[in-house]
C-alpha cells in the first residue's frame, strides 16, 4: 500500500518559493500536467514509478529525487527528497533542454537539500 505524503514547497531564508514561481510560470497545458504528477507524488510517494520519478543513484546525489513531467516536446524536472518517510520537499524545477541533465541544475538542488537539512524545514 503506497504511502500518502505531505508535498511542501523548499522556502528560502527570505521566504521565497522557487519551485511554485517556476510552476505557476508554466504554460496552463504543462502546469496542469506538473501539478497532476505532484498529485501522483503526494499519493505514492517512492512508490511512484517511472517514468514519472526517478531516485538518482550517486554519492553526490544521496537522497535527491526527479519528478519527471513531459508533454509534446516540452520536458521539465523538479527536484525533491523526503526529509521524514511521509514529506515531500520540493527543491528546485527546471525546463530540461538537453539529454543530460545541465550541473548548474543538480547544484541548485544540492545546495537547497543541504539548506533545508541545516534550517530543520
Request: hydrophobic content about 40%; some cysteine; charged content about 35%.
Amino acid at each position: 500500500m503506497p504511502m500518502k505524503c505531505k508535498v511542501d514547497y523548499y522556502r528560502t531564508a527570505r521566504g521565497e518559493i522557487p519551485v511554485k514561481d517556476f510552476i505557476d510560470e508554466l504554460p496552463p497545458k504543462l502546469k496542469a500536467k506538473n501539478m497532476r504528477e505532484l498529485m501522483m507524488l503526494a499519493e505514492f510517494g517512492t512508490d511512484l514509478p517511472q517514468p514519472y520519478a526517478k531516485r538518482l543513484h550517486g554519492k553526490d546525489v544521496a537522497g535527491l529525487w526527479e519528478l519527471r513531467v513531459k508533454l509534446s516536446s516540452d520536458i521539465t524536472r523538479v527536484f525533491y527528497f523526503f526529509p521524514i518517510a511521509d514529506r515531500v520537499l520540493l527543491l528546485h524545477g527546471f525546463a530540461k533542454k538537453s539529454d543530460e541533465t545541465p550541473k548548474i541544475e543538480l547544484e541548485t538542488a544540492k545546495r537547497r537539500m543541504k539548506d533545508a537539512i541545516e534550517r530543520g524545514l
